[in-house]
């Protein structure tokens, strides 16, 4: 049952990415060319925004994300989380390869070869935190737990490389850019720089409504063959009628904001407000998202420093399995 939750959330987790993705796209709706900056309609200024941003080749960034679950009482999500937020902090900093990656598959090794990062996260439930960390260069991976760090062994790393690459909207057969309800755009300053300060509302039904086509598509399916133990359980959620039809009927609302520099046309502020509820009567649950990402330091020299001492990483997923059996007993 535990990973039947588990991958409930991680299913709606990319629900909110997928609004995010969708309402920051340039649309091609009506309601996106509402409104005009500097001439420049939302769909336009947007679409220069991806362009520029499909040639940074690197950037840090910090992230902050609240989650907050509510309940009548007696549903068993709102249980199992007390009532607590969580809340995420990410910051680091990443680089990569500046525009598309090919799909063979040693065009995606030297994708991974190239890519550099080192980012940290902290999760927080209350009084109790948890201290993450992800550092990558020249082809080597390693991930800290709780200040220790674990090196992550070549097998790990190269299966991502022989997987199914990652569908696109096309081959889901969806269209985000038909997302957002409605869009505006406004001129603003953003520590001391002008910006286009776009905001999207999700139309969600559409929203839900191509997210339930994408889940239950062969592409998809393909994608979860690909991903092991993780997809088999995402793969038996889709067949799960109940589930999908909750999913389908659970965005009460979402809404995306972008602040892009008018000069560069580059990302460095968004934010994801979103509010979903599920179950009725005594089990309804109810799940707000709120997200908000800064950039900074475009096409900067990243140089990662591989931790010292850093154990195996067997070391860590027998410590995490012996973790989620003592915690997930009974659940």
């Known amino acids: 049952m535990r990973k039947l939750f588990l991958s409930t959330v991680a299913v709606v987790l990319a629900t909110i990415a997928l609004v995010a993705a969708g309402c920051g796209s340039a649309g091609t709706g009506a309601a996106s060319t509402a409104t005009i900056a500097d001439g420049m309609t939302v769909a336009q200024i947007m679409a220069r925004s991806q362009q520029a941003m499909g040639k940074v080749s690197s950037a840090s960034f910090t992230a902050d994300a609240t989650f907050k679950v509510s309940s009548n009482g007696s549903s068993a999500t709102g249980l199992m989380l007390g009532g607590q937020p969580i809340a995420l902090h990410l910051a680091g900093k990443v680089a990569g390869h500046a525009g598309k990656v090919g799909t063979s598959t040693a065009a995606r090794a030297a994708a991974a070869k190239a890519a550099r990062a ?160 599920f179950g009725s009567g005594q089990s309804a649950t109810g799940l707000g998202v709120q997200a908000t990402v800064t950039l900074s330091g475009f096409d900067q020299p990243v140089t990662v420093v591989p931790p010292l001492h850093a154990k195996p990483f067997k070391q860590l997923t027998n410590g995490l399995s012996s973790l989620g059996a003592a915690s997930g007993a009974g659940l």
């Open 118 to 277: 080192d980012i940290a996260v902290t999760i927080k439930t209350g009084a109790q935190a948890v201290d993450l960390g992800f550092k990558t260069t020249g082809g080597r991976t390693w991930v800290g737990f709780q200040g220790a760090w674990y090196a992550v062994p070549r097998s790990k790393r190269s299966a991502g490389a022989n997987a199914t690459p990652v569908p696109s909207a096309t081959s889901l057969g969806i269209d985000p850019g038909t997302w957002a309800a409605s869009s505006t755009v406004a001129t603003e300053q953003l520590d001391g720089a002008k910006v286009y300060h776009v905001v999207a509302k999700a139309d969600t039904a559409r929203v839900m409504s191509d997210f339930i086509k994408a889940l239950t598509g062969p592409a998809a399916s393909r994608a979860a063959g690909s991903a092991g133990g993780a997809g088999a359980e995402l793969n038996l959620l889709t067949h799960d009628s109940a589930l999908l039809k909750s999913l389908q009927k659970s965005l009460a609302s979402a809404s995306v904001e972008e602040w892009i520099d008018a000069t560069s046309f580059r990302l460095v502020k968004g934010a994801v407000t979103a509010r979903l509820h």
